[in-house]
């Protein structure tokens, strides 16, 4: 079992950034691709980057590449997004999830541990 919990979420004018992170508890993390999905009202959980266990492959979504970087420190059992020029549309409950399988960082059902999500709120 592994327990992740998101932090660094918060509220922040348009063109600003944020840098979220996800700490884990439990088995080791370096076990475990992870991902950022984002949650906005009244839509379906998105999938927004992930990272596999050794950080040497990583994943984002269209409309945050270029703007958002996923890293992790496998030493601090962290994994963090860095988000910048953020957009109004990205505000929205980012989660932190965990993958046992050696593929498919972007498959939201293939992974197996989720946190309880933090708020990013992109005024414009």
């Known amino acids: 079992q592994v327990q992740l919990v998101e932090s660094g979420g918060g509220l922040v004018q348009a063109g600003g950034s944020l840098r979220l992170s996800c700490a884990a508890s439990?088995?080791?993390?370096?076990?475990?691709?992870t991902g950022w999905f984002r949650q906005a009202p009244g839509k379906e959980r998105e999938f927004v980057a992930g990272?596999?266990?050794?950080?040497?492959?990583?994943d984002y979504a269209d409309s945050v590449k270029g703007r958002f970087t996923i890293s992790r420190d496998n030493a601090k059992n962290t994994v963090y997004l860095q988000m910048n020029s953020l957009k109004p549309e990205a505000t929205a409950v980012y989660y932190c999830?965990?993958?046992?399988?050696?593929?498919?960082?972007?498959?939201?059902?293939?992974?197996?541990?989720w946190g309880q999500g933090t708020q990013v709120t992109v005024s414009s």
């Open positions: 439990g088995r080791t993390f370096s076990n475990y691709g």
């Open positions: 999830a965990g993958l046992t399988k050696s593929a498919g960082l972007a498959s939201r059902s293939l992974y197996d541990y």
């Open positions: 990272i596999s266990r050794s950080g040497g492959a990583t």
